[in-house]
T-cell receptor, first 114, second 113 residues
Framework: DGGITQSPKYLFRKEGQNVTLSCEQN?????MYWYRQDPGQGLRLIYYSQIVNDFQKGDIAEGYSVSREKKESFPLTVTSAQKNPTAFYLC?????????????FGPGTRLTVL | SQQGEEDPQALSIQEGENATMNCSYKTSINNLQWYRQNSGRGLVHLIL?????REKHSGRLRVTLDTSKKSSSLLITASRAADTASYFC?????????????FGRGTQLTVWP
């Protein structure tokens, strides 16, 4: 089946630790995105990548880092510099490099900082 | 902010009734998209309407777009309990925010059996 997978579904982290969230897609999409969602809120863009080995900051990139070494994979690292990392993280992808396409979402990772 | 804003924030109806959600946005758009999110899940794309379209249908969904008022509406006809979810509108940014999709805070729809 084609789609986007995120792992793990739930993640717990102690304060001061870095943690990496996985996002993989087998849709052959060029563009990939990371969003953060807080309770009762819409999605806010953290980072996005329109092509392998290139990525851009979104609106809330501070305290996060990404890499795009393969077309299929776009991992997100939540660093200890992120002051309030507890949230629901969503990865998405879209076909081609057209900037106006629909996005396909993964099931999300819920990160809780203890 | 370039976010769209959905109205109402919450909507509660009985099965069989129609549900209407509205979205207002601030900047000129290439297209406007509607997504659904079931509790604790990822978003699912429902429908995309281009700026030169006024109305679009998909099954029980009907979307309208009024670019002069910078607004859109999503109508779900003959609602079912399975339609219970949050619904978001989204538009792409322009200029320095080109390529970024902006979401509103969503309308929480509850459909009672």
């Amino acid at each position: 089946d084609g789609g986007i997978t995120q792992s793990p579904k739930y993640l717990f982290r102690k304060e001061g630790q870095n943690v990496t969230l996985s996002c993989e897609q087998n849709l052959n999409h060029d563009a990939m995105y990371w969003y953060r969602q807080d309770p009762g809120q819409g999605l806010r863009l953290i980072y996005y990548s329109q092509i392998v080995n290139d990525f851009q900051k979104g609106d809330i990139a501070e305290g996060y880092s990404v890499s795009r070494e393969k077309k299929e994979s776009f991992p997100l690292t939540v660093t200890s510099a992120q002051k309030n990392p507890t949230a629901f993280y969503l990865c998405a992808s879209s076909i081609g490099r057209d900037l106006y396409n629909e996005q396909f979402f993964g099931p999300g990772t819920r990160l809780t900082v203890l | 902010s370039q976010q769209g804003e959905e109205d109402p924030q919450a909507l509660s109806i009985q099965e069989g009734e129609n549900a209407t959600m509205n979205c207002s946005y601030k900047t000129s758009i290439n297209n406007l998209q509607w997504y659904r999110q079931n509790s604790g899940r990822g978003l699912v794309h429902l429908i995309l309407i281009r700026s030169n379209e006024r109305e679009k249908h998909s099954g029980r969904l009907r979307v309208t777009l009024d670019t002069s008022k910078k607004s859109s509406s999503l109508l779900i006809t003959a609602s079912r309990a399975a339609d219970t979810a949050s619904y978001f509108c989204a538009t792409y940014g322009g200029g320095s925010t080109l390529g970024r999709l902006y979401f509103g805070r969503g309308t929480q729809l509850t459909v009672w059996p």
